[in-house]
C-alpha cells in the first residue's frame, strides 16, 4: 500500500510540473514588446576601428593630422577619426599626410567622436544599427604661432625677423564605407589652411598678407588589428596623398601637383588603465612616407620672370630662373608620434619627425653655340651635395574642453637639419622654432548638439571614445 501511495504521488508530480512547462510559454506571449526606440534619441557611438594630423589626421591632429601654422597633420570615419591632441600633427600633427614639402600644421587637432555606432533595441526586441554621419571627424581650427625669437625665448640671432601668424584650418572628412563590425573604414581626407602674417617677416611679400597652404587630399583606410581591453593595434594606409600647389611659394616655382603614399601603425598599452582617472594609456606611432613633386623644370621656375641672363653665345636673353638650386625629386618621411592620456580630456603628444630629400642632379653637358673656342663644358661645383634632411619635434597639449571643443598649445621646431653655417642643427631647437595655440572646433559635434541628435553616454563609454580618437588622431 505503501509503494502504490508513493508511485501515485510521484505520477501527480509529474503531471503537474508538465503542466507548468507547458503553461510557461503562454505566460511569456503575454509580456509586452519592449517600446520602439526613441525617434528624438542620437546614435550612440560605440567602438571603432582606429586609423588620418590630423593627424598623424591626419589625419593629431597630426591629421589628419594630419602637419601648425605653417602648418601640418589630418580624420577619420567609421574607424578612424581625425588627429586628436591638438597637433598639426589631427589631429594630427599633421600632419602629416600628403604634405607639400617642409608643412606643419600647430594644433590642428580635433578630437572627432568614435567611429562605432551603437546598437538600439527596436520593437519586438531586435537590434538595429544607428545611422552615424558621413562627415563626422570634420573640424575647423583657428591658429595663432609665433617664433620663439618673437616671444623673447631662445638665444638671441644676428639678423632679427620677428613672426607672428594666425590661420584657419579647415579639416574635411567623409566615409566612403565602413565594415560591419566596424573594425575597418575607408574616408577622404583634406586639409587647407588660409594664414595671414601680421609681422613684416620674409615669409611673405607684404605686412599683413593672406596666403593659402597647398590644398592635401588624400583617402585612407583604416583598419583595427587587435583588440584586447585597453590594449589595441591599428593600421592606417594613405594612398595616394595628393598636394596641389595652392601656396604662394609652390606655385611661384612651377609646381604642378605631388603624390605620395603613407603607411602607419599604432600600439596602444595600458598604464593605469581607461578606468583610472589619470595616467590611462599610452599610444605609440609609426609612419613612413613617400612622395614626389612634379615641377615644370628641375630647378624653380616661373613664367612670369623675365629676367636678363648671358646666354652661352654670348648673348643676353631673358630667363624664367628662379635660382640655381635643384628642386627635390624624392621626398621621404620617417614619424615617430608618442601619446600619453593624462586624463580622460587631457592628452600630452610628443612627435620626431626625420624627413630626407634628394634632389635632382645636374649633368655636365659640353655646350656649343657661337663660341670662338669650339664647344665648351661648364665648370660645376665637385662632388655636389644633393641631400638634405629637415628635422622636426613637436611636443603639445590637447584639452577637450567640451565635446565640441579641443584647445591645444604646444612647441614645433621645423626646420633643416644643416645651419646656414654648415654646421647640424639641435632637433629641439633653430631660429625656427615657434609656439603656437590652437582652438579646434569640431563640426560634427557641434551638429550634433544643434539638432538634438546627441544623448547622455555612461562614463566608462566617454572614456573608451576618447581613448579611441587620440588612437586615430596619431593617424
Not at 40 to 68: L, N, S, T, V
Not at 264 to 280: A, D, H, K, N, R
Not at 435 to 464: C, F, N, P, Q
Request: contains cysteine.
Amino acid at each position: 500500500m505503501k509503494g502504490r501511495s508513493l508511485g501515485r504521488l510521484g505520477i501527480g508530480v509529474a503531471l503537474a510540473a508538465s503542466a507548468v512547462l507547458f503553461a510557461m510559454p503562454s505566460y511569456a506571449q503575454d509580456d509586452p514588446a519592449p517600446p520602439p526606440p526613441d525617434p528624438g534619441a542620437a546614435p550612440a557611438e560605440g567602438d571603432a576601428p582606429a586609423a588620418p594630423p590630423a593627424a598623424p589626421d591626419g589625419e593629431k591632429k597630426p591629421e589628419d593630422a594630419a602637419p601648425p601654422s605653417n602648418t601640418q597633420q589630418p580624420a577619420p570615419a567609421p574607424a578612424t577619426p581625425p588627429p586628436a591632441g591638438g597637433t598639426a600633427p589631427t589631429a594630427a600633427p599633421p600632419p602629416a599626410g600628403g604634405t607639400g614639402g617642409a608643412q606643419i600644421g600647430f594644433g590642428a587637432s580635433a578630437n572627432p567622436q568614435i567611429d562605432t555606432g551603437a546598437k538600439t533595441g527596436g520593437p519586438g526586441g531586435g537590434e538595429a544599427k544607428e545611422e552615424k554621419l558621413p562627415w563626422r571627424g570634420t573640424s575647423l581650427g583657428w591658429d595663432n604661432s609665433a617664433t620663439t625669437e618673437t616671444v623673447g625665448v631662445g638665444r638671441n640671432e644676428l639678423t632679427r625677423n620677428p613672426t607672428y601668424e594666425m590661420s584657419f584650418i579647415f579639416g574635411p572628412r567623409y566615409y566612403l564605407w565602413e565594415a560591419e563590425d566596424p573594425s575597418q573604414s575607408i574616408s577622404l581626407r583634406g586639409r587647407l589652411d588660409l594664414i595671414r602674417e601680421f609681422t613684416n617677416s620674409d615669409s611673405t611679400t607684404k605686412r599683413g598678407e593672406w596666403t593659402l597652404s597647398d590644398l592635401s587630399i588624400f583617402p585612407q583606410y583604416s583598419r583595427n588589428l587587435y583588440k584586447e581591453g585597453d590594449i589595441r593595434t591599428d593600421l592606417a594606409l594613405r594612398a595616394p596623398t595628393l598636394a596641389f600647389p595652392t601656396s604662394k611659394n609652390s606655385a611661384n616655382s612651377g609646381r604642378i601637383i605631388q603624390v605620395g603614399a603613407l603607411a602607419g601603425v599604432t600600439q596602444q598599452v595600458p598604464l593605469m588603465g581607461t578606468s583610472e582617472p589619470v595616467l590611462q594609456t599610452f599610444a605609440l606611432t609609426g609612419r613612413v612616407g613617400y612622395s614626389h613633386w612634379f615641377t615644370k623644370a628641375t630647378q624653380p621656375t616661373n613664367g612670369d620672370l623675365a629676367y636678363t641672363r648671358m646666354g652661352p653665345d654670348g648673348r643676353a636673353l631673358p630667363s624664367d630662373q628662379l635660382g640655381g638650386a635643384a628642386n627635390a625629386a624624392h621626398n621621404v618621411t620617417l614619424d615617430l608620434i608618442g601619446e600619453l592620456a593624462i586624463t580622460e580630456k587631457v592628452v600630452w603628444t610628443n612627435w620626431f619627425s626625420w624627413r630626407p630629400v634628394w634632389k635632382y642632379d645636374f649633368e655636365n653637358r659640353p655646350v656649343c653655340g657661337n663660341l670662338l673656342t669650339g664647344c665648351e663644358t661648364p665648370s660645376t661645383v665637385q662632388d655636389p651635395n644633393n641631400f638634405s634632411v629637415i628635422t622636426l619635434f613637436n611636443s603639445e597639449v590637447g584639452v577637450d574642453v567640451i565635446d565640441e571643443m579641443n584647445v591645444a598649445v604646444g612647441y614645433a621646431n621645423l626646420t633643416l637639419q644643416q645651419g646656414p653655417d654648415g654646421t647640424r642643427r639641435n632637433i629641439f631647437y633653430s631660429p625656427d622654432a615657434r609656439v603656437y595655440a590652437t582652438i579646434t572646433a569640431k563640426l560634427d559635434e557641434i551638429y550634433k548638439s544643434a539638432s538634438g541628435l546627441r544623448k547622455s553616454e555612461s562614463s566608462d563609454k566617454r572614456v573608451e571614445e576618447a581613448s579611441l580618437r587620440r588612437r586615430r588622431s596619431a593617424q
